[in-house]
């Protein structure tokens, strides 16, 4: 990876040349340098592996210099180079900026807010710097850590069910390092702007075929003794769930009482929720919050943020990929929404919308502003990406609730239903807007009766079909602690508590 | 059967779009219904409950935390192999020798693409694979292992995987049904961890009334388990057709990579689901 000071040279070096180019009215440069590093599982007892797959990484680097043109103020292009930080790339990034040039009557310029005082959570991660030696080594303890378990459990386990000659055990998964560096200029900035973050994120699966079993357990945090720490106990924990949930119920289809697990929380907020809250999405008027703006859209307990700063937060950021300082934003408070996430471009757009007052709603104020304090230019991984557009994403998504409890009151407060600990492939199936949902129950996940966990349920036998006003509107309870979720492929880090649904539809499948 | 031109294409969305705004959302009888789906909804089909599982790399449990096995491989000796798992009269491959979005002549490996038979008239009959996965299953490399970027280490892809076609025209399929949904154009899918279940919106669900195409509604979907599905169709059309699939993900780190896939319009029993 390249250095800030070697990116904020040529920033600066970048912005020398634009400043003479006469037939300019403004632009702006901004260079991002962006590794994900990867060590991956693959353990399977009964079919030939390697355990730890080579690693596998993506790298990326360069520049995107974005035009506006004298003649036109709304004349606008854009052009992006790999690899060669050089005054001749600039030069020729500029040409095919300006022949890429087009009018765009949106375009409000580039941003003009000043860069404030540093947080005081400056300091730079050591993961920007870990070795993939340190990166190999702790996904060996994830795998060690797992075996190891499955033969502590196999050689204590009396009726020999772990200790068939096939067990089928798979450990997957994997160890990931997502780190980056940028530097912006604009001509409406006095200096360089720079930031680094890195942060590591793992998840692992234990399936037990000859059980029917799955187990699973994650970890995300922003520096290298997290990350040993959370690979010391992650393959254990797995495969010690899995164990714990052989030959599970299969339940027939219904309406179920459910308490929602943090994994299945996240999951839902990603892929139903976070879409919704953008100003993006209501200037396309796809949100499911269409014309809700100010008014209820979850039960008056819960509260929804997107912290950069959040102190147990994996993802700190200190600017966005447009050089804005990064804030705290509420998504909903106390139920209400009141917050969006936006970058500059998508502010100024739904802000000037002539449809706006419809597509807000009836309840949002008068005097609005959306703060552009989620402008990320982010590739695959969540890596900040020098050849992407500005789009609005999260960094640490929060949820809180008032007058919440405790796990075990959760449970109690269902009664009879299902705890579900992990859901996959949840998708918007009748588009974001509708707010419809399915996916599966794949593990972690138990039969509730008389308001104690008291049988495991099978993996893969249940399709929750609903709606995310069934989990967010009228829960029955809520859990009084966020805690860490991963998200497969989101740019976000989660931090949610769990909570009781008090009628969710399941469809039992299949046993394959 | 060739897909639209371009201006054809633009047409039917916006007439589609606008009769879709006075449609009414399906609301769904209980239990199983006769659905007939046309060749665009059993291109995602044929991507997300056959493609998919009949990965090599899928199968043997090297992307089981993420996108999950194969219902056609529970393991090397307890396996779908040589044994039924649809219709007679249903039969699936992949080609990449036809021109379309998944063709080329030699995968990431050097090995020369050839059909790969995956259901044969009923009968589960191979995976894709690498020369790898080839090994461990006793196969011969059939040139399935391909990379979206140069840089990155080649994954088992689809190329153009379809459904086959049968003999009898749609309107026929259509025409002796009582009553039943006819089920048009994919929209999202969403399917269990070995894609032995599966629930896909349409774009359009039509009732069928005594042969005849009726009332038009939106936000449907097919929910169903893969191997009663396919075990349920008695009925294959003529019609084939193959839909660029230009986006689909798969591995970590993710690669993104483009293909064909399609079928003909098939009837079936599954059951339906509204919003």
């Known amino acids: 990876m390249r250095t800030l000071a070697d990116l904020k040279s040529f920033t600066r070096e970048a912005a020398r040349i634009l400043a003479r180019e006469k037939d300019l009215a403004s632009y702006e440069i901004y260079c991002a340098t962006a590794e994900h590093r990867i060590a991956r599982l693959n353990y399977t007892s009964d079919i030939p592996s390697r355990g730890l797959e080579e690693f596998k990484s993506l790298h990326a680097d360069g520049f995107q210099l974005r035009i506006a043109m004298r003649r036109d103020p709304h004349e606008v292009g854009a052009a992006s180079e790999a690899g060669d930080f050089t005054s001749d790339s600039v030069r020729d990034a500029l040409r095919r900026a300006r022949s890429a040039a087009v009018v765009d009557p949106h375009f409000p310029g580039f941003p003009s807010v000043a860069l404030g005082r540093k947080p005081a959570w400056s300091e730079k991660s050591d993961l920007a710097r870990v070795g993939d030696g340190a990166i190999a080594a702790a996904a ?92 010391r106990v992650l393959g254990r924990d797995a495969v010690r769930r899995a164990l714990a949930l052989s030959h599970g119920a299969r339940p027939a289809s219904g309406k179920f009482r459910v308490v929602l697990g943090p994994q299945p929380v996240a999951e839902i907020l990603n892929y139903m929720v976070m879409g919704s809250l953008t100003t993006g999405a209501f200037h396309a008027a796809s949100s499911a919050y269409h014309a809700k703006f100010g008014a209820p859209v979850m039960d008056s307990r819960l509260s929804l943020a997107d912290d950069p700063a959040f102190n147990a937060g994996a993802i700190r950021r200190r600017i966005t990929c447009e050089g804005i300082p990064t804030r705290r934003v509420q998504l909903i408070c106390d139920g209400k929404l009141v917050g969006l996430l936006s970058n500059f471009y998508d502010t100024h757009r739904l802000l000037t919308d002539e449809h706006r007052a419809e597509k807000l709603g009836a309840d949002a104020p008068a005097k609005l502003d959306f703060d552009a304090r989620s402008g990320y230019r982010l590739g695959e991984g969540g890596g900040r990406r020098f050849d992407a557009s500005p789009g609005s994403a999260g960094t640490n998504v929060v949820m809180r609730a008032r007058g919440g409890v405790t796990d075990r009151e959760l449970v109690r407060a269902v009664g009879d239903g299902i705890y579900v600990g992990r859901i996959w492939y949840t998708y918007p199936i009748n588009g974001q807007r509708a707010g419809d949902f399915t996916c599966t129950v794949t593990g972690d996940s138990y039969l509730v009766r008389g308001g104690q966990v008291v049988e495991p349920l099978a993996p893969n036998c249940l399709r929750i079909n609903a709606n995310i006003a069934d989990v967010f509107e009228h829960p029955l309870a809520v859990g009084m602690r966020p805690h860490p979720a991963t998200v497969w492929g989101s740019p976000e880090a989660y931090y949610v508590p769990a909570i009781a649904a008090g009628s969710i539809a399941l469809a039992e499948v299949a046993p394959n | ?139 011969e490399p059939n040139g399935s292992a391909r990379a979206s970027e140069g840089w990155h280490l080649p994954l088992i892809r689809m190329s153009n995987t379809f459904f086959l076609p049968g003999e009898t025209p749609p309107e026929k399929i259509i025409a002796e049904v009582e009553h039943g949904y006819y089920v048009c154009g994919h929209q999202i899918p969403s399917i269990s961890e070995s894609r032995e279940n599966f629930r896909i919106s349409a774009r359009r669900v039509y009732e069928i009334e005594n042969g005849r195409i009726g009332r038009l509604y939106r936000s449907g979907s097919v929910i169903a388990d893969s191997k009663s599905f396919f075990t349920k169709v008695d009925a294959v059309g003529n019609d084939l057709r193959l839909i660029a699939i230009p986006n689909c993900g798969k591995g970590q780190p993710m690669q993104v990579k483009r293909m064909s896939n399609g079928g003909p319009t098939l009837r079936s029993r599954a059951r339906l689901a509204g919003n």
Not at chain 1, 207 to 217: C, F, H, R
Not at chain 2, 69 to 91: I, Y
């Open chain 1, 140 to 231: 060996w303890d994830v795998l060690h850590g797992a075996l190891a378990a499955f033969a502590k459990r196999s050689a204590n386990d009396r009726s020999g069910a772990s200790r068939i000659e096939h067990p089928g055990l798979i450990i997957g998964g994997d160890v990931s390092v997502i780190r980056d560096r940028i530097a912006i200029f604009n001509s409406n900035f006095a200096e360089v702007r720079i930031d680094e973050s890195a942060h590591f994120n793992a998840s692992v699966t234990s399936i037990v075929e000859s059980l029917d079993a799955k187990g699973t357990a994650g970890a995300l945090g922003d520096c290298a003794a997290a990350m040993r720490r959370a690979a």
């Open chain 2, 1 to 139: 059967m060739p897909n639209p031109d371009l201006a054809r294409f633009c047409v039917n969305l916006a007439t589609e779009a606008r009769e879709l705004a006075a449609a009414p959302i399906l609301r769904p009888p209980d239990g199983e219904v006769v659905v007939v789906t046309d060749p665009h909804f059993n291109a995602l089909v044929s991507h997300e409950v056959i493609g998919h599982p009949c990965e090599a790399d899928r199968a043997l449990k090297m992307e089981a935390a993420y996108a999950g096995r194969s219902w056609f491989l529970r393991s090397l000796t307890d396996n779908q192999l040589g044994k039924p798992v649809a219709s007679p009269l249903l039969s699936a491959c992949s080609d990449p020798s036809l021109d379309g979005y998944g063709h080329y002549r030699y995968d990431h490996e050097g090995t020369r693409g050839r059909r790969v038979m995956h259901i044969d008239r009923g009968i589960f009959s191979g995976f894709l694979n690498s020369r790898a996965t080839a090994a461990v299953l006793g196969a």
